[in-house]
């Protein structure tokens, strides 16, 4: 897939002297930067191993312990 970038000078100059740098493309750098970026903005799903999971068969639900746990103790740092 091809697209048009237009780069302010400064960003381009500085772009291109990298790419002599690493010996690489201005091209080759710009597709590892939208990667990079996607990578960490891109939208987040949990994987279908997560999706699909019904829990396991030889564990008891942690609901069925919940009235065993001891009340909550007032808050000393509750405004009244």
């Not at 091209?27 to 949990?46: E, F, Y």
């Not at 069925?64 to 509750?78: S, T, V």
Request: proline share 6%; with cysteine; hydrophobic share 40%.
């Amino acid at each position: 897939m091809n697209f048009n970038v237009y780069l302010d000078d400064e960003t381009g100059r500085a772009l291109a002297a990298l790419a002599k740098r690493r010996h690489t493309t201005r091209n080759a750098l710009i597709r590892d930067a939208v990667r990079d970026w996607l990578a960490r903005h891109g939208q987040r799903t949990w994987p279908n191993s997560v999706l699909e999971f019904t829990g396991d068969p030889e564990f008891e639900p942690f609901e069925r312990r919940r009235e065993e746990l001891c009340p909550e103790a007032d808050d000393p740092f509750a405004v009244a």
